[in-house]
């Protein structure tokens, strides 16, 4: 496929995601705004419904209050006018009043009169045994009793719900004492849903609390209600959506609730316009979509095409002719003419570019060092010729070939780890060893440096190794010579110590026999040189210890603890601010941090309770502070502290440590303020320090 025709089929990929994304998100808004809608008309259809009741409650409790606040009534009560049943409770009263049950109880509680309506048989009856226990289980004859107002209200009766309003019997004043309590009373059963259905314009329900807490199918209303929501909407597919509120009675909670059921007109006739938009957005992608690619493709694909023809043609001939110039005057008419100089300095580049080769091709070549590259597959690429020489082979016998078949066995295991180890992390890394070649064994020095393509890809990795193996017989030679010298020395060392401690025995019982004054004098004197002597030579047992091994990487951290637990600091707090740092120095480092430890407990009394330890990156170099609350260094004495024999101890402390730190590059200085305790500041110059966990420097 060219780059035409993926040009265009890109644009109208992306003009046709791109109508589609817009035909989604607005769909998606429109259909969420119908149903919001949908929510708010369906909990103002339930408020409604629930606002009906409540009028059917009041008018229920009006003509309960006319009947309880009259005299008449209350004589009734008293058994002082028993033709108020006749006159008022005759069989027209269901037909003028929208109840359908009336109980009147005495001032004692006790039933004197009940009556219901009868709507299976269509007759007049003595109210259920059962309502009538319902309202002595609720004590509502004597809770109204206590009542100067009366109430109203739903309550859950055991047939179920019913509308009830109560008042106290009065004379006609409203003066008590209350004769008794009048009761009238409304089920919420089928016929008066569906005259509330009638008035509302919707399909008005009940469902129990208990149907909608154990139904599946009332999973998403139970759901919004324990979200907190007061009223909670449910869609019955396209065609219907319900709204559900709790009917609050006289025993919360709720065990009833009010369903209102009405057809999905608004989300209907939303889902219809969204059809209808999407339509016109469709017709009019397309449109707009065979529009654009036929513009794109007159006016700039089909002259780039003949700028790319032309381009082919002088890529093979640089020297030919520009035919890619039109008529127009825009930008791919300078384009084109723009081309023309570039072939000229294409071809120039290409002349660099196979010098340029050629000069690193013989750098590689004469160089006498084993350069070589390794690619992914641990397959050999590239050897110089001092490596095929090396090998004993030609060139042509190495590459092409897997490495492990030059080094089998631990040797290319080991090798294969340092590769894998550079690939994986796009890092350089140096080895050193020993390297079986078939000329002999020798020891190398090598550096991994990964391959990167054009696209920062690791393709292979390039190594150069070059033979140490005179080195290393150099060192080993003067690390024997080292050895020998160190024995000598500490034989010598030894004999010369047995000597001194039998001096110094005769020397104190010299002392001890002689009277004379000037002789003890010399004896003294005598005795303070042969202290001094086996000081320095105790100096040369430390001293010839330093620069002797090979420096190390050294936690610091670790390494200041390792001195702190061989001192006793008698209570002196040690304190280190720091534990991912690591040093580049000789192994006896730790005799650094002893001895600055160690004359703070002798030096730094009196106020001596805190010694700490820091450090900071500062311009690339770390500095490591020591600072202690002592009384600090005199400004005389800062540089004096680190010559040899300076002190009141051995005076070797601190000539000893800035010589161990001298090996590596590291200085040590005294930046203390006298009174305030002393401060050495330990400078660690760039590449010698690092996180612990990092590489150390190349």
């Not at 109430?151 to 004043?173: C, K, Q, R």
Request: glycine fraction near 8%.
């Amino acid at each position: 496929m060219d780059l035409r025709t993926k040009l265009l089929l890109g644009i109208g990929i992306a003009l046709i995601f791109a109508f589609s994304l817009v035909a989604l998100f607005s769909a998606v808004s429109m259909e969420a705004s119908y149903k919001k809608l949908e929510t708010i008309e369906m909990e103002d259809a339930v408020a409604t419904a629930r606002s009906a009741i409540e009028t059917d409650l009041k008018s229920g409790f009006s003509t309960t209050r006319d009947y309880s606040v009259w005299s008449s009534t209350y004589q009734f009560v008293e058994g002082e006018n028993p033709d108020w049943l006749r006159e008022n409770m005759g069989a027209d009263f269901f037909s003028r009043f929208p109840q359908d049950r009336v109980l009147i109880f005495n001032r004692t509680g006790g039933l004197i009169f009940s009556m219901q309506y009868n709507d299976t048989a269509l007759m007049i009856e003595p109210a259920s045994g059962t309502y009538v226990n319902d309202m002595e289980r609720f004590n509502m004859a004597m809770s109204t009793l206590r009542s100067q107002n009366g109430s109203y209200g739903i309550l859950e009766a055991s047939t179920g719900p019913v509308i009830f309003a109560s008042h106290p019997i009065l004379m006609d004043d409203a003066h008590g004492p209350a004769a008794g309590s009048l009761h009238l009373a409304r089920r919420i059963n089928g016929d008066y849903l569906s005259e509330l259905s009638d008035r509302t314009g919707d399909t008005i329900s009940i469902v129990s609390a208990t149907e909608i807490a154990d139904n599946a199918t009332f999973s998403g209303v139970k759901a919004q209600f324990e979200a907190g929501k007061r009223v909670a909407v449910e869609t019955s597919g396209n065609d219907f959506v319900t709204a559900y509120l709790p009917l609050a009675d006289q025993e919360p909670p709720a065990d009833y609730y009010l369903a209102v059921t009405s057809p999905r007109s608004i989300y209907q006739t939303g889902m219809s316009g969204i059809t209808t938009f999407l339509v016109s957005i469709a017709v009019a992608g397309i449109f707009l979509t065979l529009f654009i690619l036929v513009f794109v493709d007159r006016i700039i694909l089909s002259r780039i095409n003949t700028i790319i023809r032309s381009v082919k043609e002088r890529g093979v001939d640089a020297d030919g002719e520009d035919t890619t110039v039109s008529r127009e005057d825009d930008e791919l008419t300078r384009l084109a003419v723009s081309i023309d100089p570039v072939f000229t300095e294409l071809a120039a580049s290409r002349e660099k570019l196979a010098e340029s080769e050629e000069r690193y091709r013989m750098l590689a070549e004469s160089a006498q060092d084993i350069i070589f590259i390794i690619d992914r597959d641990d397959t050999v690429t590239y050897v110089n010729a001092f490596a095929a020489k090396a090998f004993g082979r030609e060139k042509s016998e190495i590459t092409g070939r897997p490495r492990s078949g030059l080094f089998p066995g631990p040797v290319g295991e080991s090798q294969r780890q340092s590769l894998d180890r550079v690939i994986s992390t796009g890092e350089a890394i140096k080895i050193e060893g020993s390297l079986p070649l078939p000329t002999g064994e020798i020891w190398h020095d090598t550096l991994l440096v990964p391959i990167r393509d054009t696209h920062g890809t690791i393709t292979g990795v390039m190594g150069i190794s070059r033979d140490l193996t005179k080195r290393k017989q150099a060192e080993d030679a003067l690390a024997n010579a080292h050895h020998k010298l160190t024995l000598i020395s500490t034989i010598t060392r030894h004999d010369i110590l047995n000597q001194l401690t039998a001096l110094a025995t005769y020397l104190e019982l010299s002392r001890d026999y002689t009277g004379n004054d000037t002789a003890r004098d010399f004896i003294e004197k005598e005795q303070r040189i042969a202290a001094l002597i086996d000081r320095e030579i105790n100096f040369t047992r430390d001293f010839e210890d330093v620069g002797a091994g090979v420096p190390v990487w050294h936690n610091v951290n670790a390494t200041i603890s390792g001195a702190n637990r061989t001192l006793l600091t008698g209570g002196i707090a040690v304190e280190i601010g720091f534990s991912d740092i690591e040093i580049y120095a000789d192994s006896l480092l730790e005799k650094v941090f002893f001895n600055l430890i160690d004359n703070a407990i002798r030096y730094g009394r009196p106020g001596l309770s805190r010694v700490r330890f820091s450090a900071e990156e500062r311009e690339g170099s770390l500095v490591i502070r020591y600072e202690d609350d002592g009384v600090g260094i005199r400004p005389e004495e800062k540089e004096r502290i680190f010559d040899q024999g300076y002190g009141n101890h051995t005076g070797l402390g601190l000539f000893l440590c800035r010589e161990i730190l001298r090996i590596t590059g590291i200085t040590i200085t005294e930046t203390g303020t006298f009174g305030k305790g002393a401060r050495f500041d330990i400078v660690v110059p760039p590449g010698k320090w690092r996180r612990t966990g990092q590489d150390a420097p190349l």
